[in-house]
């Protein structure tokens, strides 16, 4: 994905667009430009994604409408609006997506947003009206963040670039904090930085001299419940939706590569591309990540952790797949961590996947990809179980037992004394916070006090959509900007076909028991649509695969480079944030046995810990 940032300032915009270009140089490897006025600059970093994308000449002033453009995008329904603004077919070829979204703009102004699917976010400046409009994606890998201060503003896709021209690095202590105990309240508009904000997914906003307005375009939980005659109607239809997001996602500069692991979610996203592609005669390389230590205890009953026969077999079902084994040996979990520090300075939820992430974005950019598919949003989008114990108060208590029911029954002001129970002692064992510091940020209470407002906490579902939108986050996730981060810094485009925004509405429709097998399975419109393009050993396994499932062996092998990190991170600021002794801890019980719990705090506390251990004292 190309990068693109602006600023409003009333001096230096040269001077300020040239460092924030700077910053961002790694997201722009084909070129890029610059724009300004007396008030306002915009820039842009150009990376070819697309076929069109070699034609893109931003920013961009129209004299006719007295505005100025800049843009990072793919917009999927490309035919749709090319159609509806009448533009030959022998142009087509070369019309970039920014031509879209500007014909959208002049057209449809601050509603064009909804007339535009795919990644992308872009700004508009008014001179005339001193009017800077930015609007992202609905759900995209897309990043867009800014920082006000005064009368100046200024926005970019990573904030590095905001730090190249003042923007301060004054700590978000209750954002670490939400991190550190895994509470997705740190989705949304906050960032590691007080002083900078994050423009969500399904927003936009405006900016003039009378003030800023923030706004949510779309929302994905208020979409109406499908009804259909069948459950083969269902399959069909999303069948239908699912594989016009991937074929989409397909509209490449360079070749293509997919992530696959042995489930449905990668495996789907394989099939269907593998498939598209194969009709056009193209290929498609896909990366599995695979164990070298033995995961037979650090994994349940319910799970595996080596996903080769699974994910070997997906891709011997198409023969036009290029099946590549990543054994990441040459990449430890602290080298994962510090590499992924370097692109994203900020902590992060996944520490013990960034070891296998570098290593798979490393080999993808070493054979020329430009795209990279995932199919990370399909647990709760494309493969949903389905929530039995959410349908009705007898549900509940029918699969969820007695204290599910009773706590799924109880209106929430009913609720909140026993969760103030419960607060009393909270130790947050199972996370790196220091309690001292989890006191201070009155965590208990401030969760308490956000029953009711919000999704983020399981104790408030009271129906499967809750409980989909609590995992999915929308209008708020913060995901795909990570996954935007760590593309642009391999030189590709990582794009989830999952999280496309008719495939995410289509699904959430759908009621919940469809995704119940008639043979009490679950997972069952997949597990259906994928009936000849998945191998049946894939389409009908019922466990699920655990990524660094080997972690343990990992950890014990480069047990230098975690007591040297161990010892960086106590010492200030960082021991007056993670605890220091609890992480020693899971240290010392992975080192003595590999077992699935032990392997598990090692990634939610050990690595967890380092990560934000190390970027607090900028290690």
């Not at 001179?127 to 867009?144: Q, V």
């Amino acid at each position: 994905m190309s990068g693109i940032f602006g600023s409003l300032s009333a001096s230096a915009l040269p001077e300020k667009l040239a460092a924030m270009d700077a910053a961002l140089a790694h997201w722009g490897p084909d070129g890029g430009g610059l724009w300004h006025d007396a008030h306002c600059g915009l820039g842009q970093r150009l990376l070819f994604n697309t076929p069109e994308a070699v034609y893109e000449r931003l920013p961009r002033w129209v004299a006719d409408a007295r505005l100025a453009i800049t843009a990072e995008a793919r917009i999927d329904n490309r035919d749709e609006l090319c159609d509806y603004f009448a533009i030959p077919p022998t142009d087509r070829p070369t019309t970039p997506d920014s031509d879209l979204i500007l014909r959208a703009y002049l057209k449809w102004g601050e509603e064009c947003p909804d007339h535009l699917l795919g990644d992308w976010s872009f700004a508009v400046w008014h001179p005339d009206e001193r009017k800077l409009f930015l609007a992202r994606d609905h759900h995209g890998n897309t990043s867009l963040v800014y920082w006000q201060q005064g009368e100046q503003f200024a926005f970019a896709s990573a904030p590095q670039a905001l730090y190249a021209i003042g923007a301060p690095r004054r700590l978000n202590e209750l954002y670490l904090a939400q991190v550190l105990i895994s509470w997705p309240a740190y989705h949304g508009p906050q960032t590691i930085d007080l002083d900078i904000q994050r423009l969500p997914p399904a927003h936009a906003m405006t900016v003039m001299p009378q003030g800023t307005r923030v706004w949510r375009y779309w929302r994905l939980e208020e979409t109406p419940e499908l009804r259909l005659p069948s459950r083969d109607d269902y399959v069909q239809g999303f069948l239908e939706i699912y594989d016009r997001a991937v074929r989409d996602r397909l509209r490449s500069y360079r070749p293509v590569g997919v992530t696959l692991s042995g489930g449905l979610d990668s495996g789907s996203v394989t099939a269907l591309a593998a498939r598209a592609l194969g009709e056009q005669g193209k290929r498609l390389t896909a990366f599995t990540t695979v164990p070298i230590y033995d995961t037979s205890q650090t994994v349940g009953p319910q799970g595996f952790g080596d996903e080769t026969l699974f994910a070997a077999a997906t891709a011997a079902h198409w023969a036009n797949v290029d099946h590549i084994l990543l054994d990441s040996a040459a990449v430890t979990p602290m080298q994962g961590i510090r590499r992924t520090l370097a692109v994203m300075p900020e902590p992060a939820h996944a520490a013990s996947n960034y070891f296998w992430i570098a290593d798979l974005l490393d080999q993808a950019q070493a054979l020329g990809l430009g795209v990279l598919l995932t199919g990370q949003g399909g647990n709760a989008t494309v493969s949903w179980t389905g929530a039995p114990e959410l349908r009705s108060h007898l549900a509940a208590f029918r699969n969820g037992g007695m204290k599910e029911g009773i706590r799924r029954i109880l209106p929430l002001w009913a609720l909140r004394p026993l969760m103030q129970w419960r607060a009393r002692s909270q130790d947050w064992a199972g996370a790196a916070i220091r309690p001292d510091f989890a006191r201070r940020m009155d965590l208990s209470q401030r969760r308490i006090a956000a029953m009711g407002k919000d999704i983020d906490l399981p104790e408030i579902w009271r129906s499967p959509r809750d409980k989909r939108c609590g995992i999915i986050q929308p209008g708020a996730d913060r995901v795909g900007d990570l996954w935007a981060r760590q593309g642009a810094a391999a030189g590709l485009e990582v794009r989830d076909p999952t999280l496309d925004k008719r495939v995410m509405a289509y699904t959430i429709a759908v009621p919940d028991p469809i995704f119940d097998s008639p043979d009490g399975g679950d997972r069952w419109m997949m597990r259906a649509s994928m009936a000849g393009l998945l191998p049946d050993k894939v389409r009908l396994n019922r466990k699920r695969g655990r990524q660094s499932a080997d972690l343990a062996g990992r950890l014990r092998a480069s047990a230098g480079e975690v007591a040297d990190a161990l010892a960086a991170v106590n010492a200030a600021p960082a021991n007056s944030y993670v605890d220091v002794v609890k992480m020693r801890r899971a240290w010392a019980d992975v080192q003595r046995e590999a077992t699935a719990l032990t392997t598990h705090r090692a990634g939610t506390i050990l690595l967890r810990g380092l990560l934000a251990g190390l970027f607090l004292n900028r290690e």
